[in-house]
């Protein structure tokens, strides 16, 4: 998926499961990082991005390409991450588990 301006509420599968793997390509016209948060949820809003209840896991994605960074990236993921009530993730502008600011358009999640 592309992301869009918005807090990218995504609901990735309805009932439990887990997380096995994920990649973020970051915006190439874009230095602003974003950040990728998973919850467990059967149903995931815009209201949810800006709640901290359910987060199990937070992390900071990458920005584009500059000689301190890296463009994108496979980013490692606990082998504990277990959902009960669903899979879904948020994707937004800042790193708080209650982070609502919108995000940067743009930014590939695989």
């Not at 997380?19 to 970051?26: C, Q």
């Not at 950040?35 to 059967?42: G, K, P, S, V, W």
């Not at 209840?53 to 920005?63: K, L, Q, R």
């Amino acid at each position: 998926m592309l992301t869009a301006n918005t807090t990218n509420p995504t609901q990735i599968k309805a009932g439990n499961g887990s997380l096995g793997g994920f990649l973020v390509i970051a915006n190439p016209t874009s230095v602003t990082a974003g950040d990728l948060r998973f919850y467990d949820t059967a149903s995931v809003t815009t209201a949810t991005c800006s709640s901290a209840a359910g987060v199990v896991w937070n992390v900071p994605a990458p920005t584009n390409s500059t000689a301190a960074n890296v463009a994108g990236g496979s980013i490692p993921i606990p082998t504990d991450l277990v959902f009960y009530n669903g899979v879904a993730f948020c994707f937004t502008g800042a790193v708080a588990d209650n982070d609502a600011t919108a995000a940067t358009a743009g930014v590939a999640i695989n």
